[in-house]
């Protein structure tokens, strides 16, 4: 990729406030000002497929598909696709469920900010 190359980063939530919320992070933290953002996991699918973005966050409680449905088709468009599950759902089942499925991390809501920019950091970078 070339060094003008900027990645670009997809938020699906069903919540406004926590996209805008994300978006803010990922705003701070420089890491792209290419973001794209999905309410629902069908939504989530069809931008995956449009965008290829290079990271995406993923609320797991949505109408349509949740988070777990959409991750699932993701992975199946690309298998390496870079997911981080963010839900206020923390039953282990659906923690497992995501991180067999490939998600690289999984972070319970309400989250810290500067843990939250820390993990986008990590994973965001191209």
């Not at 805008?20 to 000002?33: D, G, H, N, P, Q």
């Not at 290419?34 to 939504?43: H, N, P, S, T």
């Not at 497992?96 to 998600?103: E, F, H, I, P």
Request: net charge positive; no cysteine.
């Amino acid at each position: 990729m070339s060094e003008d190359y900027e990645p670009v980063i997809m938020i699906v939530d069903d919540a406004y406030f926590m996209r805008k919320a994300l978006r803010k992070i990922i705003e701070s933290a420089k890491l792209t000002t290419k973001i794209i953002e999905a309410a629902d996991g069908v939504d989530a699918v069809l931008k995956y497929k449009e965008y290829r973005p290079d990271l995406v966050t993923m609320d797991v409680l949505m109408p349509k598909a949740d988070g777990i449905q959409a991750l699932r088709a993701i992975k199946k468009i690309n298998p390496s696709a870079k997911v981080i599950m963010v839900s206020s759902s923390g039953k282990s089942h659906i923690v497992q469920d995501a991180m067999k499925l490939g998600a690289l991390d999984y972070v319970l809501k309400p989250f810290d900010h500067a843990r939250m920019s820390m993990i986008l950091s990590k994973y965001g970078r191209v």
